[in-house]
């Protein structure tokens, strides 16, 4: 089965740091997602990515977030200023059309 | 937006047991998937199932599109089967890779 890897597993952040999430997509797919997980919540659409720009975003996806793809494979999440309520599960996603999406394993960010 | 419910929302089951998991949706849909998560955290494809029935296993799928449901069947459960699953369908009509999940249905299977 094709994978989608993340990286860090776990993540542990002071309140306002910076973090940066990252992704490697399966390389034959053309959309990219990332999605949010709050402890004992659904999963939340954050924001997609096609030819390299942003195609959607949900109104969770404030000013604090930025995604890239700085070279090709990478796929990045990026928090400027953590907030307590950013601790979450966030998952990677890579999709080809009439197919199935296909999900990292996740980094759990913790944010104290 | 598209609304998805799943039913039960939780599930306990002693193993060996057979259980029926529903997933109703609010629209029509182009691309359905059933994910397991795992007591880590990970999300596991079971099934992309957009309609008909697939079988994996101890685990099947049917989804009647027509009707707006899916059903997500376990037989014989045992306790790897420990988790919850979630049903996910396209947020809207054009948007078959973005998708939106259920609230999902927690499953505990005892030994």
């Known amino acids: 089965e094709p994978e989608v890897t993340q990286t860090p597993s776990h993540q542990v952040t002071q309140m306002g740091q910076e973090v940066i999430l990252r992704c490697v997509p399966i390389s034959n797919h053309l959309y990219f997602y990332w999605y949010r997980q709050i402890l004992g919540q659904k999963v939340e659409f954050l924001v997609s990515f096609y030819n390299n720009e942003i195609s959607e975003k949900s109104e969770i996806f404030d000013d604090q977030f930025s995604v890239e793809r700085p070279d090709g494979s990478n796929f990045t999440l990026k928090i400027r200023s953590t907030k307590l309520e950013d601790s979450a599960m966030y998952f990677c996603?890579?999709?080809?059309?009439?197919?199935?999406?296909?999900f990292g394993q996740g980094t759990r960010l913790t944010v104290v | 937006g598209i609304q998805v419910e799943q039913s039960p929302p939780d599930l306990i089951l002693q193993e060996g047991a057979n259980s029926t998991l529903r997933c109703n949706f609010s629209d029509s849909v182009n691309n359905l998937q059933w994910f397991h998560q795992n007591p880590w955290g990970q999300l596991i494809n079971l099934f992309y199932?957009?309609?008909g029935t697939k079988q994996n296993g101890r685990l099947s799928a049917t989804t009647v599109a027509t009707e707006r449901y899916s059903l997500l069947y376990i037989s014989s459960s045992q306790t790897t089967d420990s988790g919850v699953y979630f049903c996910a369908v396209p947020r809207m009509e054009d948007s078959w890779g973005k998708l939106q999940f259920g609230a999902g249905t927690q499953v505990v299977v005892t030994p």
């Open positions: 199932i957009p309609s």
């Open positions: 996603a890579a999709w080809q059309i009439g197919a199935e999406a296909f």
